[in-house]
């Protein structure tokens, strides 16, 4: 561990592909027993932050350390106590999911494969165990990957959209299992688009967008700085619900597209609003939460277009890209 | 089916890869557990031992015999002469795809199942994959012509043992002659180690199965070609197919044993070559986390 005790500490990590500078001076911290949440839009640079952290992709700028040792100080041993994935996790599809584990718990060493049908079962895959890998929906090899990275007894989980494919039950039962997993002192980074998983299930948030890093901190900072959820409203009277929107009460309404309006408030100043149609005779026939407090900040940080909502133009800038320096070096 | 929500003891405790650390020895072992679970490699296994008695049917049942192969006239006369007939028949282009069936897609199907990120995030080492892997491919091509040695020798004893006439006319008992069947198809195994670090480095050049098994057959068939070519005598001695011929000189009279020699050079050469080749491009590449 370093002085601060980082699981994972990631410092001005720089990543060329070509002309594209995939993430640029990103630093990335995960103390020991945190849950950390890595969100970004597509191409944002999450999947080769996670590379870089699994030692398959080098930074051309910038140190990782994991446990306070790079991998060069470490030599052979870096990835000791780190399991996880990076993007869906692949198999030999000609093998069985235990065929598949065996052979990863081989290359891991030690008592690993005596830990294979404890971890098969755990994941709720012991009655497809011995069915080939191809016949495997994305869920069930979604939970042979989170079985391939427990096996290895991590004290640090990397997870790339872990819960991909997985039923509604497969998801709660994983932001579960990973709350536990850290309560026992593993650290484990998330990587999701999913900001309501994100919400539920981490400490600390880190947003990247275009490779540069736009937010990082705990859950309750975000949470503390994020814009009133969005809310779609269908009503008897949208004219008459527009009007009552005008005359105060911290809510901001507008036409949808579609039909009906949609809503810019905060749960507590929604129920007055709503309270205040039933009174005024606008009955309100649909209601639904459309994004929320942490997924309008996630868009504004990121300049992503939120769904039919008319929308505030972030005050937060989206980070440019920075352009490749012609003297760097060519990597890929 | 659920994911198991609550606690998990049992993986509590010392980090996989934290004791001992098992090296090339362990990655070639899963190889060639997995090489043996492939349908296709049971299936070169079973092709490997059955052929040479399928071709001592075939001969058989027909009067004529394949007079312009060395030993082709011979074959109704010794069953001696038929594994030689396979051997100067076939080795040049068989043998070459038969190793370049594994070797050409031992690290390339890595890439076809999208299997790198999941073996390079263990507790192993990039050298001890590739050495480990790479040991496979030389294990299959060995169990390979080990088989088909066995199998041609014993389809020729069973079609009659009876003396051959060699290469220079001298008749050739039949317990020298077996000794010289084995010799033959033992020197065969050069230029095909040649041949297999020539497909795993198309397999890793490439990363693409159909091309790592491809370009190795492709190269052989070309080779047999510009053997054709009137080259100087360093420049046939440099061709990766030029030893497979190398077994003629075992059966002249007098025996000799210069172009085994200068064969066991060339194939290591290329092996040498190859196999660095393949090193260097392996330990160089960037696997994953593409913009």
């Known amino acids: ?332 | 089916m659920s994911l198991a929500a609550g606690r998990w003891p049992e993986f509590a405790g010392p980090a996989a890869g934290a004791g001992r650390r098992p090296g090339v020895l362990v990655v070639w072992r899963l190889e060639v557990a997995k090489l043996a679970s492939l349908l296709r490699v049971r299936a070169i296994a079973i092709l490997c031992m059955i052929v040479p008695f399928l071709a001592v049917a075939g001969l058989n049942l027909q009067s004529a015999t394949p007079g312009d192969t060395p030993f082709g006239q011979w074959v109704h006369v010794s069953g001696l002469a038929i594994p030689m007939v396979i051997l100067g028949f076939g080795a040049q282009w068989l043998l070459p795809v038969l190793t370049a069936v594994v070797a050409g897609d031992i690290f390339a199907a890595e890439d076809h199942f999208g299997t790198w990120k999941t073996i390079l995030t263990r507790s192993r080492t990039r050298g001890q994959l590739f050495a480990g892997k790479f040991a496979a491919a030389v294990t299959f091509a060995v169990a390979a012509m080990v088989v088909l040695t066995t199998a041609d020798l014993a389809a020729g004893l069973l079609a009659g043992r009876q003396p051959v006439v060699g290469l220079g006319g001298q008749l050739v008992p039949a317990g020298h002659a077996t000794m010289l069947v084995i010799a033959s198809w033992a020197s065969q195994l050069l230029p095909v180690l040649g041949f297999t670090a020539l497909a795993v480095l198309a397999s890793v050049a490439t990363r693409n199965p159909v091309a790592g098994v491809g370009i190795p057959v492709l190269i052989a068939w070309l080779l047999q070609i510009v053997t054709l070519i009137n080259l100087p005598a360093w420049g046939q001695q440099a061709l990766l197919s030029t030893p497979f011929l190398a077994w003629h000189g075992f059966w002249a009279q007098p025996a000799f044993y210069g172009p085994f020699r200068e064969g066991l050079l060339t194939s290591a050469g290329w092996f040498a070559v190859c196999a660095a080749a393949s090193w260097l491009v392996f330990a160089r590449r960037t696997i994953g986390g593409a913009a």
């Open chain 1, 1 to 332: 561990m370093t002085e601060a005790g980082f699981a994972v500490e990631a410092l001005g990590v720089t990543k060329w592909f070509g002309e594209t500078t995939a993430l640029d001076q990103v630093d990335f911290r995960v103390g020991p027993g945190v849950v950390q949440g890595l969100l970004g839009p597509n191409g944002a640079g999450k999947t080769t932050l996670l590379s870089a952290l699994f030692g398959l992709v080098l930074p051309d700028e910038g140190s990782v350390r994991l446990f306070g040792r790079t991998r060069a100080e470490a030599g052979p041993g870096w990835l000791d106590g780190v399991g996880g994935f990076v993007e869906t996790p692949r198999f030999y599809p000609y093998l069985s999911g235990r065929r598949n584990l065996a052979v990863l718990a081989g290359l891991d060493g030690g008592d690993a494969a005596d830990l294979v049908d404890a971890a098969l079962d755990r994941v709720g895959l012991a009655d497809a165990a011995r069915r080939k890998v191809r016949g495997y929906s994305l869920g069930m090899r979604q939970r042979l990957g989170l079985a391939a990275a427990m096996i290895r007894r991590p004290r640090l989980l990397i997870l790339d959209e872990p819960a991909n494919g997985m039923d509604p039950a497969g998801i709660r039962d994983l932001r579960t299992a990973l709350r536990h997993l850290a309560r026992d002192g593993v650290s484990v980074v998330l990587s999701s688009h999913d900001m309501g998983q994100v919400e539920e299930i981490c400490d600390c948030v880190t947003v990247l967008c275009r490779g540069r890093v736009a937010f990082a901190g705990g859950l309750e900072v975000m949470q503390a700085g994020a814009p009133d959820p969005v809310w779609l409203l269908d009503t008897s009277d949208d004219d008459a619900a527009l009007e009552r929107a005008r005359q105060g009460g911290g809510v901001k309404a507008g036409r949808r597209d579609s039909g009906g309006l949609v809503v810019h408030a905060a749960q507590d100043r929604l129920d007055a609003y709503v309270l205040d149609l039933g009174r005024a005779g606008v009955a309100v026939r649909g209601l639904e939460l459309d994004v929320t407090s942490l997924e309008s900040l996630f868009f504004q940080l990121t300049g992503e277009p939120e769904r039919g909502s008319p929308g505030e133009q972030s005050p937060l800038a989206r980070p440019p890209r920075r352009e490749r320096e012609p003297a760097g070096q060519e990597v890929r």
